[in-house]
């Protein structure tokens, strides 16, 4: 074991490690406005696309820190809509002259297509908007699907993306003709968040079950789970449900958008709620999930991190979280299970 990892073991529960990982927490909060503030100096109308209506606890985490953001800018959301939910036509009837914002996550590139697909045709049907991809990271591995983005990218000049881990924005600028920016996860903007219930097991294990799982990540014997799979609430079905009428009857838009915007937020609060939840039921956490990640470290819980299928959690690490206290990076599982035995111990 290398000497920070063995002070990082040593040092996980105690207050002062509590308080350099909320500095932390600050201090990405603080570099995530001071990178986009002033990309929106003097806009005062958004539309944001691509708000989540699913189960997946970080890109709900996420809608809500750009919602926060938005809030302190003073920047009113004219515009919103999930992947089911876009209309060229609406969007162009409550955007005006603002400014159209691409929701930050994981799906830039070929892993999730239909978001891949909804990016282009926004840029396609307005092409001479300017248009921001909040902080994402990016995966291609389909040379045909890379094709067409380069195509997509490089045909709209007012189009900037923003990346949240170094490895994104070096594939990015190799790429495409595009700027390209490094920035934070905007779950950062929620700041440090309070731990909602008390540990009832040692160690609780939140492991993909999806296409990014990595093969190493058998949390066997274990508490485990997946956010991501869990029973939607009645209200998140209740806004899945406004959302497809809305698809199915685009003029629902006219009196509905504005109550789903608001259902939508309060949905994804719950969500968010939920997945604290679930990570404050251990005294440490394992996870593959970025936003594992990211919300264990908002809640103070020491942690430790695997990566996903193709380096995602990683390079972020990597990028701006490897000095945490609070957390630990392991190769495999089994380095995962060693490592939070010794904090226990």
Same mark, same amino acid.
């Given at each position: 074991?290398?000497?920070?990892r063995a002070q990082r073991?040593?040092?996980?529960?105690?207050?002062?490690a509590?308080a350099?990982?909320?500095?932390?927490?600050?201090?990405?909060?603080?570099?995530?406005?001071?990178?986009?503030?002033? $990309?929106?100096?003097?806009? =005062?109308r958004?539309?944001?696309?691509d708000v989540?209506?699913?189960?997946?606890?970080?890109? =709900?985490a996420?809608?809500l820190?750009?919602l926060a953001?938005?809030?302190?800018a003073?920047?009113?959301?004219?515009?919103?809509? =999930?992947?089911?939910?876009?209309?060229r036509? #609406?969007?162009a009837?409550?955007?005006?002259?603002?400014t159209?914002?691409?929701?930050?996550?994981?799906?830039?590139?070929?892993?999730?297509p239909?978001?891949?697909?909804?990016?282009?045709?926004?840029?396609?049907?307005f092409?001479?908007?300017?248009v921001?991809q909040?902080?994402?990271?990016l995966?291609?591995g389909?040379?045909?699907?890379l094709?067409?983005?380069?195509a997509?990218f490089?045909?709209?000049?007012?189009?900037? $993306?923003?990346?949240?881990?170094?490895?994104?924005?070096a594939?990015a600028?190799?790429?495409?003709?595009t700027?390209?920016?490094l920035?934070?996860?905007?779950a950062?903007?929620?700041?440090?968040?309070?731990?909602?219930?008390?540990a009832?097991?040692?160690?609780?294990?939140?492991?993909?079950?999806?296409?990014?799982a990595?093969?190493?990540?058998?949390?066997?014997?274990?508490?485990t789970?997946?956010?991501?799979?869990?029973p939607?609430? #009645?209200l998140s079905?209740?806004e899945? $449900?406004?959302h497809?009428?809305? =698809? #199915?009857?685009p003029?629902l838009?006219?009196?509905?958008?504005?109550p789903?915007?608001?259902?939508?937020?309060i949905?994804?609060?719950?969500?968010?709620?939920?997945?604290c939840?679930m990570?404050?039921?251990?005294a440490?956490?394992?996870?593959?999930?970025?936003?594992g990640h990211i919300?264990s470290?908002?809640l103070?819980i020491?942690?430790?991190?695997l990566d996903n299928s193709?380096g995602?959690?990683?390079?972020?690490?990597?990028t701006?979280?490897?000095?945490?206290?609070?957390?630990?990076w392991?190769d495999?599982a089994a380095?995962a299970?060693r490592?939070?035995?010794?904090?226990?111990?």
């Amino acid at each position: 074991m290398s000497a920070a990892r063995a002070q990082r073991t040593r040092t996980a529960g105690s207050a002062e490690a509590a308080a350099r990982a909320e500095s932390l927490v600050r201090a990405l909060g603080d570099t995530l406005e001071r990178t986009l503030r002033p $990309m929106l100096a003097g806009v =005062s109308r958004v539309a944001l696309l691509d708000v989540p209506t699913h189960q997946n606890v970080g890109d =709900s985490a996420i809608y809500l820190g750009t919602l926060a953001l938005l809030r302190r800018a003073a920047i009113t959301l004219c515009y919103a809509c =999930s992947v089911e939910t876009y209309s060229r036509r #609406a969007l162009a009837r409550r955007l005006g002259d603002g400014t159209i914002l691409l929701a930050g996550g994981g799906n830039l590139g070929d892993l999730w297509p239909v978001h891949q697909q909804l990016r282009e045709q926004v840029l396609a049907d307005f092409p001479t908007t300017r248009v921001i991809q909040l902080p994402q990271s990016l995966h291609f591995g389909d040379p045909g699907m890379l094709a067409r983005a380069q195509a997509a990218f490089g045909a709209h000049r007012q189009f900037t $993306m923003l990346l949240r881990d170094e490895r994104s924005l070096a594939a990015a600028r190799a790429a495409f003709d595009t700027p390209a920016v490094l920035c934070p996860d905007l779950a950062f903007a929620l700041g440090p968040v309070r731990r909602p219930v008390a540990a009832t097991a040692p160690v609780v294990w939140l492991a993909r079950r999806d296409r990014e799982a990595a093969p190493n990540s058998d949390a066997s014997g274990h508490v485990t789970f997946d956010w991501a799979v869990q029973p939607p609430s #009645a209200l998140s079905r209740v806004e899945r $449900m406004g959302h497809a009428l809305m =698809s #199915a009857h685009p003029r629902l838009e006219l009196v509905a958008h504005g109550p789903l915007l608001r259902l939508g937020a309060i949905a994804s609060r719950g969500r968010v709620r939920m997945g604290c939840a679930m990570l404050a039921a251990g005294a440490a956490v394992i996870t593959d999930r970025l936003h594992g990640h990211i919300l264990s470290l908002l809640l103070g819980i020491p942690h430790v991190v695997l990566d996903n299928s193709y380096g995602k959690v990683r390079s972020f690490y990597e990028t701006w979280t490897r000095d945490a206290p609070i957390v630990q990076w392991a190769d495999s599982a089994a380095d995962a299970v060693r490592l939070v035995a010794q904090w226990a111990s």
